[in-house]
């Protein structure tokens, strides 16, 4: 299995302020053949189901605040949240959809400061 | 509109058997794959398997295999997951998935189905 793994676990940024959510894959999830890194991010609030983000990396999903950008490739990637709302206190969740089965990352709690 | 709805919160015995139910609507059932997540209480999430419902092929993540069986009706578009033996362990809220464009990522998701298994 690919393992995935967020850091850091919790992060606390003040309102305005850049909050940076990292994922480290065991092995490449870039396809080659199509250029694609196969990695999901997704939001899931207190109560609610996960909410898809951003795909392949770093496209975002219609809906979603240009404030939020995915970046990276091979095994390191990133969320960024370039200036934190309220609306944004979540749990943050990276997944790879390379290889079965489909494993995510522990989760990375965003809280405010 | 795409919609998956689950069925409603349970509450089970230990050794019990059940089946728990995802709808699919707004969108051909047939040509998306879905998948099931677990969330266990205060915990992250945990991919579970999928199935193609066009042709029925199922794949599970090994700590699921032989736990839990992944199955559809494509006729009523409804997707399910049963357990033959329910444990304690077993509680916590399941979410179907579905997958975008074959082996894509997991873009509507049900509103999640909580299952207590407690003596």
């Known amino acids: 299995d690919i393992v995935m793994t967020q850091s850091p676990d919790s992060l606390a940024v003040s309102l305005g302020e850049r909050a940076t959510i990292n994922c480290k894959s065991s092995?490449?999830?870039?396809?080659?053949?199509?250029?694609?890194?196969?990695l999901a991010w997704y939001q899931q609030k207190p109560g609610q189901p996960p909410r898809l983000l951003i795909s392949w990396a770093s496209a975002r999903e219609s809906g979603v605040p240009e404030r939020f950008s995915g970046s990276g490739s091979g095994t390191d990637f990133a969320l960024t949240i370039s200036s934190l709302q309220a609306e944004d206190v979540a749990v943050y969740y990276c997944q790879q959809y390379y290889s079965i089965p489909y494993t995510f990352g522990q989760g990375t709690k965003l809280e405010i400061k | 509109e795409v919609q998956l709805v689950q069925s409603g919160a349970e509450v089970k015995k230990p050794g019990e058997s059940l089946r728990i139910s995802c709808k699919g609507s707004g969108y051909s059932f047939t040509d998306f794959w879905f998948a099931w997540v677990r969330q266990m209480p205060g915990k992250g999430l945990e991919w579970m398997g999928l199935m193609d419902p066009g042709d029925s092929d199922t794949r599970y993540s090994p700590s699921f295999q032989g736990q839990v069986t992944i199955s559809a009706d494509k006729s009523i578009s409804t997707a399910y997951l049963q357990w033959s033996s329910l444990k304690a362990s077993d509680s916590a809220v399941y979410y179907c998935?579905?997958?975008?464009?074959?082996?894509?990522?997991?873009?509507?998701w049900g509103q999640g189905t909580l299952v207590t298994v407690s003596s």
């Open positions: 998935a579905r997958l975008r464009a074959g082996n894509g990522p997991l873009d509507y």
């Open positions: 092995q490449n999830v870039l396809y080659s053949s199509n250029n694609k890194n196969y």
